[in-house]
Nanobody
Framework: QVQLVESGGGLVQAGESLRLSCAAS????????MGWFRQTPGKERELVAE????????FYSDSVEGRFTISRDNAKNTVYLQMNSLKPEDTAAYYC????????????WGQGTQVTVSS
C-alpha cells in the first residue's frame, strides 16, 4: 500500500513562492505519473501539474504555466511543486496524487496541504 504525504503549504503574500513536497512510502513505488491537484470549496478538483515518473515529461494547466514547476526525485520517491509569483487565486488545498496501479488513473491520494495567498 502506497502512502503519499504532502508538506510545505502555508500562508504567503502575493508574489512570493512556496515549494510543496510529496513523499511516497510503502511498497515499491513506480507510478506511471504523479500530479498535483488543487481544490477550493464548491469547486471541482483541478489538475495543475503532472509529471511522468520515468521520462519526466510534464504538463501544466494554463492557470499555472510559467509560474509553477513540477519535478521529481526518483531516488527519494518524492515529487515537488515549486510555486512562484503566487496569486490570491492560487489559494486552495493542494493534493498530491499518483497513477500507481493499472489502469493508471489517479488512484492514490495524499491528505492535502493548504496554500493561502494574501493580497
Amino acid at each position: 500500500q502506497v502512502q503519499l504525504v504532502e508538506s510545505g503549504g502555508g500562508l504567503v503574500q502575493a508574489g512570493e513562492s512556496l515549494r510543496l513536497s510529496c513523499a511516497a512510502s510503502g511498497r515499491t513505488f513506480r507510478p506511471a505519473a504523479m500530479g498535483w491537484f488543487r481544490q477550493t470549496p464548491g469547486k471541482e478538483r483541478e489538475l495543475v501539474a503532472e509529471i511522468t515518473w520515468s521520462g519526466g515529461r510534464t504538463f501544466y494547466s494554463d492557470s499555472v504555466e510559467g509560474r509553477f514547476t513540477i519535478s521529481r526525485d526518483n531516488a527519494k520517491n518524492t515529487v515537488y511543486l515549486q510555486m512562484n509569483s503566487l496569486k490570491p487565486e492560487d489559494t486552495a488545498a493542494y493534493y498530491c496524487a499518483g497513477k500507481v496501479s493499472v489502469p493508471y488513473r489517479y488512484d492514490c491520494w495524499g491528505q492535502g496541504t493548504q496554500v493561502t495567498v494574501s493580497s
